[in-house]
């Protein structure tokens, strides 16, 4: 949709690793500025790109939920070898899927931070998806949300394939009964302004998580894209008090 580069990239820093994991039909530059924040303080930071993301419309739509995991778990792996402790930070979508690999590899993942976890999505049509994907394949989004990825030089793209809203469905399905198993020191962000995702979800998560240590933070001034919205910030700061208080060499 735009000419926004929307390439992953290695922040190479020291040992402390943070994954990145952008949202649905977006792209690595979505976690750009939190990325350049944590290099700036230290970190090796990677923003992995998730298949059929950042290319186009038509790659999103022949890939599964068990796809952007693998390239989870593949940018896992890479900054595994890089760095001895990794936090993973992920997006809306990409929250869920650093929750999955929170469970799933608990010797691997140390920390989490989830942005806007997008458990709890506000769109009836997200549980029709897989009836409705042969009868509708896109949905384009509206002028205002091209709007703004443009004024906030994001790359997304400007429909959504209602397969792949169906793996989103299944992502989140498959994913909300490992929420008891994080063990690993979690932290938690939601925006109050937030349209996409319910934002009373964050307090059904954090009860659920398994954590001992966790905390959830509201951004009140928020919407959905938390790195771009007025208390991205503050949000920032938290996480590096996050890394601080449980990365500590």
Not at 198 to 215: D, T
């Amino acid at each position: 949709m735009t000419e926004i580069s929307a390439h992953p990239y290695m922040l190479r820093a020291g040992p402390i690793g943070i994954l990145l994991i952008h949202g649905f039909t977006a792209s690595p530059t979505e976690l750009r500025p939190i990325a350049n924040v944590l290099h700036q303080a230290g970190y090796t930071a990677s923003g992995i790109r998730l298949a059929g993301h950042g290319s186009q419309l038509e790659d999103l739509q022949t890939t599964s939920w068990r796809d952007w995991l693998h390239s989870a778990q593949q940018g896992l792996d890479e900054l595994s070898t890089h760095c001895s402790r990794i936090c993973v930070i992920g997006l809306s979508m990409g929250g869920v899927l650093a929750a999955h690999l929170a469970a799933d590899r608990p010797q691997q993942v140390d920390g989490l931070c989830l942005l806007a976890p997008a458990f709890c999505v506000q769109s009836r049509f997200l549980w029709l998806a897989g009836l409705l994907k042969r009868v509708v394949p896109t949905i384009a989004k509206g002028p205002q949300s091209l709007a703004y990825y443009q004024k906030h030089h994001l790359f997304a793209y400007g429909s959504m394939p209602v397969a792949a809203l169906a793996q989103l469905h299944s992502l989140i399905e498959t994913t909300t009964p490992l929420l008891p198993q994080i063990s690993q020191p979690t932290a938690l962000f939601m925006g109050m302004r937030d349209h996409t995702v319910f934002p009373s979800s964050g307090q059904k998560i954090w009860r659920v998580l398994g954590s001992a240590q966790k905390k959830l933070v509201h951004l009140p001034q928020s919407g959905h894209i938390l790195s771009v919205e007025p208390d991205a910030p503050y949000m920032t700061q938290n996480i590096l008090r996050f890394l601080q208080q449980n990365f500590q060499a």
